[in-house]
């Protein structure tokens, strides 16, 4: 089987270092939530939103063709939810409870 190359979108410069650097096949970009979209728009299929993102800026995932998986680095997916606008069969919301309750932050 055949691999291709997976185009991901980082909130900075050196998100990719601090994860101890991305997978074979990966690739990245930056996008720290500006008006300015990279250059890959017709590429990316995963994008991880920086923490601050004006709601006013969310529309633009709807200009993502190949957009497969939204990652929040933080509570609150009601901001991202309703986007991108054309949702796919299939699509559905995911949660990692079990990461979230492990968590030292999380009251137990």
């Known amino acids: ?3 291709r190359d997976i185009r991901v979108w ?7 270092a601090l994860m101890g650097g991305l997978p074979d096949g990966m690739t990245a970009d930056v996008w720290a939530g500006g ?4 250059d890959s ?3 990316v299929e995963v994008v991880v939103l920086p923490f ?4 006013s800026r969310m529309p633009l995932l709807a200009k993502l063709p190949r957009l ?3 990652q929040l680095m933080s509570a609150g997916a009601e901001r991202a939810v309703p986007y991108p606008h054309r949702r796919r069969a299939g699509y559905r919301p995911a ?3 079990s990461v979230r ?4 932050c999380h009251p137990c």
């Open 1 to 3: 089987m055949a691999f």
């Open 10 to 16: 980082l909130p900075g410069p050196d998100s990719a």
């Open 35 to 38: 008006e300015q979209l990279p």
């Open 41 to 43: 728009v017709d590429e």
């Open 52 to 55: 601050v993102v004006p709601s």
């Open 68 to 70: 497969r998986l939204i």
């Open 95 to 97: 949660a990692a409870p």
């Open 101 to 104: 309750q492990s968590s030292p």
